[in-house]
């Protein structure tokens, strides 16, 4: 257990913060709901350093995918889901690709990914992409300029989506609504404003 | 055979200190024992396989008027030889004492069901008991010993193997499929982690080889076919179309003074060019050839899949008449005790990696390679040159781990041993040979486990080898400079690395060598998960094979490096000359026997027996069959089969198996 | 004629029309029919949906498929991201039985059930693929050869990653796409690392743009060392970072590139014969006018 100063300071205390890994800061349900949610077997990194080598993100960024491997074997929860670097994966699959323990890093961070949003840890962007499907059917919803230029193309103005067909965005409501994943949107993002 | 009378058993429960005890109830199995028909002693003991424990057996046997033993213990592979010498001491026939498994089969897999677990070793100990108690006095038949081995494979190991052999006053068959001896180590420059020059120490035992009166060396030769059992193997060899006689093949052939003397003048004129796969293709070689000039037997070879066969060698070579353009190849069977298989390795074809692009970037390049070009006697003359552009490297990366402890199912799982050391070794050669120059190793572990090679890693780091801890990720080609980009993680400063370099060596994987599955499978020998062979104990019998008589030598039962290779080449000799030296073996007495009462001539187990066996006689005027004992293995085959149940399995009788059925389902009611 | 399902995704349909009418008419052209694929949705976004919860984004995705089953057609697709959501829920759900049993579970409440009786497929590898149609019939169904022009291909990541879940095979040095490009009667040229993302993926895009430019910038230096007149790919998200992308690299970082970007359809679409116009390139961010130079 990490120990606690009680200078009185908060930056003294922050600056002086304990440093040592104890082993008690690890949650072994942790690495267990990680390979569930990501399906691969995480604890099985042995640390190479084969996916950050294969990371675009990793030359512009603090983001280690590496790191969050270690997270994830020895079960460091909060320091995982909370380092905002969990967000800077592209999700390539090149460290996929070429991990020797034939692990999925990439999709270790989308289950982290997930973990963190039930703590509602998640970038606005993602929940509004969230908002625009659950009205529209799409992410990247019809303007006007676009469907200008479908009828030019002799296309219909709406594309033979739920944009042409509305009547099946009920059923999509439904399997957002099934998690509650659009009032949660919401709230998250009103909380934010 | 003892006369019948009532069958006795004793019954004796191994602890195996906590190894059965700690998930079985010994006490109440042994209690249990006591209840079986025929039983009349049983006991339990912290290690039966123990001096004491062994005595309890011979003693009950006295004291108890025992006419069989059953031990609840171990696996039979570990000590029924134990036991059943403790039978025999006893005063019984060894062949009256039965085994129960309630360790490997019980105790270890059941470890957190005690309850279960004993249950299932009270049913082992009825059913052995039920065997024990049908068991008969048995004969084990001694076959007397060729006085003759074989050693398959002619590289470090097999040439040791062949020498302590020969030395031993053996005489021993050294078979190679390649034109010359000296395997692997011929190609290598130098050796971790003394230095020595690798032909320097290699090529005076491959001389040795070719001089010594006991080994009759057979070069571009192959394993054909195998017969026979421990003591007296039957080996069809196909000595390969070579095209050229030596000397004493010229004179059985009436060619006074000719036959091949190596003189070379027939490469000179031969008009076919091909790459020389002794250099990994970076030399060429003519149709007729010898990889290099030390090779043993220093003798040409044709190789008729590129010969034109327009005969300018023939009459080049003269009045010596060595080349024979029309030769085929020629069977050749022999017949020896023992056999060392010893069939290397190659490499993993790590252009199957293709993040590496081997074999797509020029200046990407392999260990053996690296060898090759870093050799004074190499294609270059020992000068380390960029295949793209024939410039010395000055910075050059070394990629270990290049396919070894890699779970994809593209690579190896194991670690290939020996790639670690030879990369610090190919970084002190670059320091020594190029001014100026850089090493780089990217690694995962430094693993110098050797006498001193601990010592060889501080001195190369010393000398200015980098270590980088990262595996290679990927490698991009500068199409212009043909320079290297290599990637990685620096695991220690946590940062991405791109390292541009002149050269990449790639530390690739090691595996089986191709053919050496279809030797392996001609003798016998299995193979582990990972493809190399099996030995017959991974700790206590790492040179045996499960084959009696035939043993492993080298990398093929997996990798290792030159010491211990040649010990385990050493231990493969010794153990593979026992059978020799004692001049006969006792076989398992497990053969099939004919009743020929019962026989009715058919013929029909002649045909299925898989290791020839049988064969129908003519007997009182009829047909019978008869069995070879020293050819049968005991597998039942035949018996199973018999229409008229003419056919007794020793040891594994009707009645006897029967009873072990009845045993197991009827929970020990009669 | 083949007949597919055919899932336009988003960004094809709302951003780049052009790439939708292109694969109706070219595919036509060569034996491939592309059929309506009537209330098909967002895949839904992998990036976003599925960092969020995989659960919602196997049912989102797997209610696509679903509407492909019941059309009894396979579908045929042209956006990574599309293939990355459809065809790997696709292959998810048809061997585990506990995903797809839960995915089953949500369907149920809008009167669907997820069988596992289709395939999915991009495009481009119907295109490549000697059954379907094959390099030889492209060729064929050239009018106007796009002779002289030198084009960079740009794979991106969800086709061929990850290799084990796919069928492409090496994803280090692929030319499968270049074969396709070379019978156009282009030139693929080759350029440094070539196999790297274009760098929207992810959700990095909307979540940290400057980050997301960055790796594209450095696919743009690469680029523009081999000269290409064109830059094309199969994916319109992809398209969508290197066209918009290289405006807004122009406005964060102040570096100009001017590299048309084109998808394959569109590429194909020229090279047999059809107009601009009939293929909206003028909705292109970056000015497609010179590559049109080169071959018109």
């Known amino acids: 257990m990490a120990m606690e100063k009680n200078y009185g300071n908060p930056s003294l205390e922050a600056k002086l913060k304990d440093r040592y890994y104890y082993s008690d800061d690890t949650n072994r349900d942790f690495t267990k709901e990680v390979e569930k949610i990501g399906r691969t077997i995480a604890h099985m990194c042995y640390q190479c350093g084969t996916c950050t080598g294969s990371c675009p993100s990793a030359p512009r960024s603090s983001y280690r995918i590496r790191l969050f491997m270690r997270r ?39 289950a982290m990914r997930n973990l963190a949003a039930r703590r509602d840890i998640v970038p606005r962007n993602f929940l509004k992409t969230v908002q625009a499907i659950y009205t529209t059917g799409h992410g990247v919803p019809n303007n006007d300029v676009n469907r200008a230029a479908r009828v030019k193309l002799g296309l219909e103005a709406e594309p033979p989506t739920t944009h042409g067909f509305p009547e099946y965005i009920e059923g999509i409501k439904a399997i957002i609504d099934h998690y509650g994943l659009k009032d949660r949107a919401d709230k998250i993002l009103s909380e934010g404003e | 055979m003892a006369e019948k009378k009532e069958a006795r058993i004793g019954v004796f429960v191994c602890h195996c200190g906590t190894n059965i005890a700690g998930s079985i109830d010994v006490e109440a199995v042994k209690e249990y024992a006591r209840t079986l028909p025929n039983v009349v002693h049983a006991d339990d003991y912290q290690y039966v396989c123990s001096t004491p424990g062994q005595t309890m057996i011979t003693d009950a046997i006295k004291e108890h008027d025992l006419t069989g033993t059953v031990v609840a213990a171990c696996s039979p592979r570990l000590h029924e030889p134990t036991f059943r010498m403790a039978t025999k001491v006893g005063g019984l026939n060894p062949f009256r004492f039965e085994m129960a498994n309630i360790r490997e089969q019980n105790s270890w897999v059941h470890m957190h069901d005690r309850e279960g677990a004993t249950e299932k070793a009270k049913d082992a100990v009825r059913i052995a008991v039920a065997k024990a108690s049908l068991l008969e006095d048995l004969i084990p038949k001694s076959v007397p010993v060729e006085h003759a081995a074989m050693v398959v494979g002619g590289g470090v190991a097999g040439m040791q193997a062949a020498l302590d052999l020969g030395n031993a006053g053996i005489k021993t068959y050294l078979i190679e499929r390649s034109p010359t001896i000296g395997g692997r180590m011929s190609q290598l420059d130098k050796t971790f982690p003394t230095l020595d020059c690798s032909q320097c120490i290699l090529t005076p035992k491959m001389v040795d080889v070719g001089r010594n009166e006991n080994i009759e060396l057979m070069t571009y030769t192959e394993v054909a076919e195998v017969e026979g059992y421990i003591g007296n193997f039957e080996i069809t060899l196909r000595k390969k179309a070579r095209g050229v006689l030596t000397p004493d093949e010229a004179e059985a052939r009436g060619i006074v003074g000719g036959g091949c003397n190596g003189c070379g003048d027939c490469v000179e004129v031969c008009p076919v060019i091909k790459g020389n796969e002794f250099e990994f293709e970076m030399a060429p070689r003519k149709a007729i050839y010898i990889y290099h000039p030390q090779v043993v037997p220093n003798l040409y070879t044709v190789d008729f899949n590129t010969c034109i066969k327009c005969g300018l060698c023939v009459e080049a070579c003269g009045e010596k008449k060595a080349i024979d353009l029309e030769m085929v190849d020629e069977l050749i069977k022999v017949k020896v005790g023992t056999a060392i298989l010893a069939t290397g390795y190659d490499l993993f074809p790590i252009e199957n990696k293709t993040e590496w692009g081997y074999k797509k970037y020029e200046n990407v390049i392999t260990g053996l390679e690296f060898e090759r070009l870093i050799c004074a006697s190499g294609p270059t003359g020992g000068h380390l040159v960029r295949p793209s552009d024939g410039e010395t490297p000055k910075k050059v990366a070394f990629v270990l781990c290049a396919g070894s402890r890699d779970n994809t199912g593209v690579g190896k799982p ?22 100026g120059a850089q090493p780089y190793l990217l690694y995962m572990d430094i693993r ?9 890693y501080y001195r190369i780091q010393d000398e200015g080898a980098k270590f980088i801890r990262g595996r290679v990720a990927n490698i991009l080609e500068d199409p212009v400079t043909k320079n290297l980009h290599v990637f990685t993680e620096d695991t220690l400063l946590q940062r991405p690395i791109d390292l541009e370099v002149d050269m990449v060596v790639l530390a690739s994987a090691v595996q089986p060598t191709t053919g050496a599955d279809a030797v392996r499978k001609l003798f016998g020998v299995s193979c582990s998960q990972d493809g190399w062979m099996l030995e017959a104990h991974p700790k206590l019998n790492p040179c045996g094979t499960t084959t009696a008589g035939v043993f492993l030598a080298g990398v093929c039962q997996g990798p290792k490096d030159i010491p211990d290779t040649v010990a385990q080449a050493e231990g493969a000799a010794s153990a593979a000359s026992i059978p020799i030296h004692r001049g006969e073996v006792e076989l398992e007495p497990y053969f099939a026997q ?33 069995v070879t004992e020293a050819k049968c293995k005991g597998c039942g085959t035949c018996g199973g089969f018999c229409p008229g149940g003419a056919i007794h399995m020793q040891h594994f009788t009707t009645p006897q198996i029967v009873a072990q059925i009845d045993a197991f389902l009827l929970g020990g009611e009669q | ?42 895949c839904p976004a992998p990036g976003a949906f599925g960092s969020i919860d995989l659960n919602i984004w196997y049912a989102m995705a797997a209610r696509n498929v679903v509407l492909a089953e019941q059309m009894d057609r396979d579908i045929a697709l042209i956006c990574n991201g599309c293939y990355k959501s459809i065809y790997e829920v696709n292959h998810i759900l048809k061997h585990n ?39 030889d019939k492209i060729r064929e169904s050239v009018t106007r050869p796009l002779s002289d022009t030198k084009i960079a291909v740009h794979y991106g990541c969800h086709l061929m990653k990850p290799r084990k879940e796919r069928h492409f095979g090496d994803t280090d040095h692929p030319m499968w796409i270049e074969e396709l490009v070379a019978a156009l009667g282009a030139e693929p040229v080759q350029y440094r690392n070539k196999m790297q993302c274009c760098g929207a993926g992810g959700g990095v895009r909307g979540f940290d743009l400057e980050h997301s430019l960055d790796i594209t910038n450095e696919k743009m230096i690469n680029l523009q060392e081999v000269g290409a007149d064109a830059l094309t790919e199969v994916c319109p998200f992809c398209q969508l970072q290197y066209d918009r992308g290289q405006i807004e690299i122009e406005e964060k970082f102040g570096i100009k590139y001017g590299l048309p970007v084109l998808h394959y359809n569109e590429l194909l679409g020229l090279a047999q014969g059809m107009s601009p116009d009939e293929l909206a390139l003028d909705l292109h961010a970056v000015d497609v006018t010179p590559f049109l130079e080169k071959i018109l």
């Open chain 3, 97 to 135: 039985d506990e995903l797809r049993d839960g995915v089953n579970e949500v369907l149920k409440e809008i009167d669907m059930e997820y069988k596992g009786s289709i395939d999915v497929w991009h495009l481009a590898e119907l295109y490549y693929d000697p059954k379907i149609c094959g390099v």
């Open chain 2, 414 to 435: 194991y670690c290939s041993r020996f790639c670690c050391m030879y990369s610090l070794k190919h970084a002190h050669q670059i320091i020594e040979k190029i001014p």
């Open chain 2, 594 to 626: 004919c009743n020929e009462e019962l026989c009715a001539g058919c013929g029909m187990c002649v045909n299925l027996c898989p290791y020839s066996a049988l064969a129908l006689v003519e007997k009182d005027g009829r047909k019978v069959m008869e």
């Open chain 1, 72 to 110: 994830a074997v020895l079960g460091l929860e909060d320091e995982a889901l909370t380092d905002p670097d969990l967000w800077l994966c592209t999700t390539c699959y090149s460290c996929t690709d070429r991990c020797p323990r034939d692990i999925a890093p990439t999709d270790v961070i989308m």
């Open chain 3, 1 to 42: 004629m083949h007949e597919y399902a055919f899932f336009l995704g988003c960004i094809a349909p709302n951003r780049y029309p052009g790439c939708e009418a292109a694969s109706i008419k070219t595919s036509e052209k060569v034996g491939i029919k592309l059929l309506p694929l009537e209330g098909a949705s967002c």
């Open chain 2, 448 to 456: 110098s486990f050797g006498k001193m090679y601990e010592e060889f």
